[in-house]
């Protein structure tokens, strides 16, 4: 037990370092912006912070920080920690490993979407998180959402999952890349969210410290990679046609993360902050 709870502790404190490694990176991002957001130039790009905690009852209670900036190279991003814990529903915990047997849970992670201002820069998205019922995990990925895909940027977020997968095990990069291929799909329109990523879920192969190890370098592949991507692509000149097709792609990621999106369904059926959950959703959106 004791173990057990030193692993959560050291969890809990790699997603808030991850936390501020992101923020800081993203920040720096801002101050490079150049004169095509000079329109926004008032506007004060910083984070800001917002602690919540869940209503604590007998068996359940813990809680997380909000972190959202409206810049000028970003409209909105959000970058979220949490840590919780309770019992999952009846109805809930059929459908959570472990969980049946013994309803009790705690969860640990991290949560990042970016909506770019630029049409050129794609809506991106990352997550990795801990999870413990009777039995423990990790879980979690990044995906990338262009308005108008580039073959580069798509060819370079991929070989940096790849390369940090195979570093681990190649079997990961070819498992986890269809995986996110499925998951990150809406079937009411029968086309993919973006051009995809990896996303992974019930990883324990035995080593915590190695699956750990594994995690963290998702999260630090990420942010270095879409960083690379945004600096990239950043300062391109847009049109407002271009605006529009990027409102009406946000739209579809509106669709998908409010229908089908596990992590939301799994926020709002284990009491989690209402607006932490849908930090993930756009500015503004819109559909023909």
Known sequence: ????????????????????????????????????????????????????????????????????MHGKVFEKVGVNISTVFGEFSDEFKKSIPGAEQDPRFWASGISVVAHPRSPFVPIAHMNTRMIVTTKQWFGGGGDLTPIFPIEKDTSEFHLAFKSVCDTYNTKYYPKYKEWCDKYF??????????????????????????????????????????????????????????????????????????????????????????????????????WK
């Open 1 to 68: 037990m004791e173990e057990l709870e030193n692993k959560k502790k050291i969890a809990q404190e790699w997603f808030k370092e991850l936390r501020n490694l992101i923020c800081d990176n993203f920040l720096s991002i801002e101050n490079e912006s150049n004169k095509n957001y000079k329109h926004w130039d008032n506007l004060d790009c910083v984070f800001e912070r917002k602690n919540w905690k869940r209503a604590n009852t007998k068996n359940d209670g813990g809680g997380g920080t909000i972190s959202v």
């Open 185 to 286: 799909f809406l079937p009411h329109r029968n086309e993919k969210r973006g051009v995809g990523g990896i996303f992974f879920d019930s990883l324990n192969s035995g080593d915590w410290n190695n699956d750990f190890a594994y995690t963290q370098d998702v999260g630090r592949t990420f942010i270095n990679v879409y960083s690379k991507i945004i600096r990239r692509n950043m300062n391109k000149k847009w049109t407002s046609k271009d605006r529009e097709t990027q409102s009406i792609k946000r739209g579809r990621y509106v669709e998908f993360n409010l229908i089908h999106d596990r992590g939301t369904k799994f926020g709002l059926m284990t009491g989690g902050n209402t607006e932490a959950i849908l930090m993930s959703l756009p500015p503004s959106a819109s």
